[in-house]
């Protein structure tokens, strides 16, 4: 059985005010810092994982790095012996991790020039213990591409996640058991759509989008119950306009699932979702969702 990623460890904003995006992050979002350095911050949720979420200081809102995991470092070589083998311009040789949480990876630069890595042997959290008002990990991270159907048989074939679902606009890839970590969106160019963070309950769902509103963040789409994995939501938009979400009640798949289709997908008129109860995405949260890009190099913070 070929290599295969086993899930989404993290992922790495370029942020232009870093104070006021890490005191967002950790009084109103949930999260807590593990680490710091030359103008980088590194938060976790409740889980082990040793952080969810890099903030970097940088001239823009951008995405920077997309972090997945792999269950061993023999993993992480098998994988990049198969990426070796594409045509991909920037792919780095496996190596230390010099970074907090440590660990052994090596980053890439996928067909649409988004910078992805692959690691194993981080340092894992013990405390574990679940907080209504704190995520416990990233959820899922949600892409827009030129060409969907070419990235996911590119993560499917050399990365091994699998198609869970596609509607007509979005495809949802596994690397576990969640029904998706990612999913591509079909759009113009390969920015981010958004992320979201995975809440232990709908309650705390809903106790998020109350301490969200508090601090003046309004819900742009929610609360709500998506079709493809079951998953509660409430979207939010963050610091330099991104969109971020809670989420919660994601489903749990094996291979058994029947991987749906669009007309499996189809709300009837005025629906968005399975409950109803929502007017589905603002303007702002439409726009946010198309301006973030990826840096246009494989990043290494300056720590
Ligand atoms: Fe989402």
Partial sequence: MPSSVNGLRSVDFGVTDIKAAAKFYTEIWGLRPVADGKGSIFLRGTGPEHHILGLHQRDKGELLRVNLSAPS??????????????????????????????????????????????????????????????????????????????????????????????????????????????????????????????????????????????????????????GPGNNVFSYFIGPDEMVIEYTAEVDQVDDTYPVGDPEKWTWPKGRNDRWGINDGPSVRMHDAGKHVAFSPDIFHPAL
């Avoid at 495809?171 to 979201?196: E, Q, W």
């Fill in 73 to 226: 470092e023999a993993d992480v070589d098998a994988i990049y012996g198969v990426i070796r083998q594409t045509n991909l311009r920037e792919v780095e040789k496996p190596g230390p991790i010099t970074e907090p949480g440590g660990g052994y990876g090596f980053a890439f630069q996928d067909p649409e020039g988004r910078t992805m890595r692959v690691i194993a042997g981080v340092e894992n959290h013990k405390d574990t213990a679940d907080n209504i008002d704190r995520p416990r990990k990233l959820s899922h991270c949600v892409l827009n591409s030129n060409d969907r159907d070419a990235g996911v048989a590119f993560y499917c074939k050399n990365l091994g996640f699998k198609l869970t679902d596609r509607t007509g606009g979005m495809s949802f890839i596994r690397a576990n058991s969640d029904h998706h970590c990612v999913a591509l969106v079909k759009g113009d160019a390969a920015t981010l759509h958004h992320v979201a963070f995975e809440m232990p309950s709908l309650d705390a769902v809903m106790r998020g989008g109350g301490r969200m509103r508090d601090n003046g963040h309004p819900i742009e789409w929610g609360v709500g119950r998506h």
